[in-house]
Nanobody, 117 residues
Framework: QVQLVESGGGLVQPGGSLRLSCRAS????????MDWYRQAPGKQREWVAR???????NYADSVKDRFTISRDIATNTVYLQMNSLKPEDTAVYYC???????????WGQGTQVTVSS
């Protein structure tokens, strides 16, 4: 069982930055894919970014060149650096950990990001 705890959300003005953290309860990077998702009010949850086992990163078109996913192996933490934030980035952001075949997956509790002036 892996527990994921997100932090770092908050209120930020358009154009600002935030860094989200997702700390796992165990060593997760050897066999797991790490994703960030988000869900805005009244909308379906959408995929935002991925960090593959190899360390390769992928992003949704809506956040490409603004968001960066990274990891700290020593602390079992995944980060999402969000720059040039827009009001449409407002959502609850979730961390997800799963094996490549989705035989198991774990979710964090989510952290709220609000972009507003």
């Amino acid at each position: 069982q892996v527990q994921l705890v997100e932090s770092g959300g908050g209120l930020v003005q358009p154009g600002g930055s935030l860094r989200l953290s997702c700390r796992a309860s165990g060593n997760i990077f050897g066999a797991n894919v790490m994703d960030w998702y988000r869900q805005a009010p009244g909308k379906q949850r959408e995929w935002v970014a991925r960090l593959n086992i190899s360390g390769r990163m992928n992003y949704a078109d809506s956040v490409k060149d603004r968001f960066t996913i990274s990891r700290d192996i020593a602390t079992n933490t995944v980060y999402l650096q969000m720059n040039s934030l827009k009001p449409e980035d407002t959502a609850v952001y979730y961390c997800n950990c799963h094996d490549p075949k989705y035989e198991y997956e774990y979710w964090g509790q989510g952290t709220q990001v609000t972009v507003s002036s």
